[in-house]
């Protein structure tokens, strides 16, 4: 298989992530004197764009961000990853999501609270007023992820990747309505353990409803403990890197990021294990950037 740079479209939350580092999150009524503190742009799908792009590929994040003074933050930030920027409402005047996050400094936990992009769905229409096929917005593009906060765009590109035979990744960090629209598109569906579908309570539900949607490639990350797997009919479990975690946050999203890489060439249970490497490494820094200083393709190959 190839091992030359890829083109990557991620699909998904662009949001502004302020990063607190403490010795706990605050109690009600209580203020907390941060130790540390870092800014940049965040979301599960803009995030990974960051990992993709850190891999030496051409990485774009589709989503909704609009021309507020705030954004000029995040396309700074993203800008220095050189992560390109398809925004999908230009015209937008409100202020972008904001998450605020608290990192417990002696074990690397985090409490977030974040807007998401519940008031920021785009539409197809306004985007591909003559639909996808003519758009040119897959065009030399080698994969494709979703993360469900823009579920009606993800869907309709999600439907011409497939049609084209693009691989695409589905990031299941939590359920959201309309993912199963996505899901019926989707070549590796990679869930978190808080992703529960209808009627889904174990592990085992949520791959038998994967595997229900005809999904080839299906993977449950559960955190340090091991990553569970199903391709076809193989099964297997790939032991996590044990570290001395400082910082969780975008951990989950720089797996999907690295793996969007390696799948290119490798094979399914090998991206796993190699993305797996590099999101362990990546929770032994502060922020979701520090780690682009020290990261190193090479080490993980």
Not at 58 to 80: E, F, W, Y
Not at 190 to 208: L, Q
Not at 243 to 269: K, Q, S
Request: glycine share 8%; charged share 20%.
């Amino acid at each position: 298989m190839r091992q030359q740079p890829s083109r990557g479209v991620f699909v998904g939350l662009i949001s502004l992530d302020i990063e607190y580092l403490a010795d706990d999150p605050p109690t009600r009524n209580q203020k907390v004197v941060a130790r540390d503190y870092a800014i940049a742009s965040g979301g599960p799908a803009t995030n990974a764009a960051v990992a993709f792009a850190a891999c030496g590929n051409a990485s774009t994040i589709a989503g909704s961000l609009g021309n507020h003074p705030v954004t000029q933050l995040i396309r700074a930030d993203l800008k220095a990853c050189r992560v390109a920027i398809a925004d999908l409402t230009p015209d937008r005047t409100e202020p972008p999501p904001t998450s605020s996050i608290v990192v417990t400094e002696r074990t690397g936990d985090r409490a977030v609270i974040s807007l998401n992009a519940i008031k920021q769905q785009a539409s197809p229409k306004p985007m591909f007023p003559d639909g996808l096929d003519d758009s040119g917005w897959l065009d030399g593009v080698d994969i494709v992820l979703i993360d469900g906060h823009q579920m009606a765009v993800g869907a309709e590109i999600a439907r011409l990747a497939r049609d084209r035979g693009i691989p695409v990744v589905v990031d299941g960090g939590s359920w959201k309505p309309g993912f199963e629209h996505v899901l019926k598109y989707a070549t590796f569906a990679i869930a978190s353990a808080n992703f529960h579908p209808p009627n889904c309570r174990s592990t085992e539900d949520v791959f038998a409803y994967l595997s229900s949607l005809h999904v080839p490639h299906i993977a449950v990350t559960r955190g340090a403990e091991a990553i569970l797997y199903r391709s076809t009919s193989t099964d297997g479990a790939i032991a996590v890197p044990c570290v001395d975690a400082i910082d969780t946050l975008g951990a989950g999203d720089v797996f999907h990021g690295v793996f969007c890489h390696f799948i290119a060439y490798a094979p399914f249970d090998v991206a796993l294990e190699r993305a797996a490497l590099v999101a362990s490494e990546f929770c032994t820094s502060f922020g979701t950037r520090e780690w682009l200083q020290t990261f190193r393709l090479s080490s993980v190959r």
